[in-house]
């Protein structure tokens, strides 16, 4: 699966037919990019990881553990979501996104295809239709895509600037929860590492004052970081 840029031109004749017919392929990814605006949400069912891009480090959903084929979200079951009222915000917008300001969709989902009769049109006079806006964006997050997009890369930086970043395979180590990685995969996975946080507060107690908020994300973080277990005993 990989994000496509929505083109009015190249898209116009498109359509999203909807989630009846599908057999919750969505459910498939391992990683979906997060931000500040959904990460108390992420975080009481998902560990967040940080994922290399493009010379560019973001937070993710970490849905599954390894690499495994045919492995799905340990919630989903019959296909459907057993945490569907309470499922993160990544969740509920998919397929669309709006990371780096772009509108986005994942060409893996199989209901995203030229227009047929009962889909939903993804442009209505040039702009992307207003009921996907609502259903799938939220009106909320497209109301502040850029101030959330813009204080999640602050964050991030935050976090990088002040060493609070670490490598998932050398934080894990000496333990098994790396060793089902593809490599690619794994050099990318970076993680908060909560002893290194803690050493950095005491050099520096003045390092959240600026932005007390942070501390609070990175608790939430951390916290969810005891997902992973789980996430690896479910493999």
Known sequence: MARKIIDPKKH???????????DAKCCSSNIVFASLYDINQATAHFPILFYVREKQISPVYFFYYGEI????CPYLLNSLCTIYEERPYACRSYPFSFESMHAYYDDGCPQIAPLEAGGMNLFHKGKINANIM?????????????????????????CLDSNFLVSYKDFYASSAMHQNFKPSLLDQLFILHPQRIGVMRMKNKDIFSDNPEYLEYIVSIIKSQSHIQKLYDLQ
């Open 12 to 22: 116009a004749n498109f359509g999203f037919n909807g989630c009846a017919a599908c």
């Open 69 to 72: 084929v045919g492995q799905k």
């Open 134 to 158: 609502k259903n799938f964006v939220s009106d909320a997050f497209h109301e502040q895509k850029e101030k959330n997009n813009n204080e999640t890369e602050v964050f991030v930086k935050f």
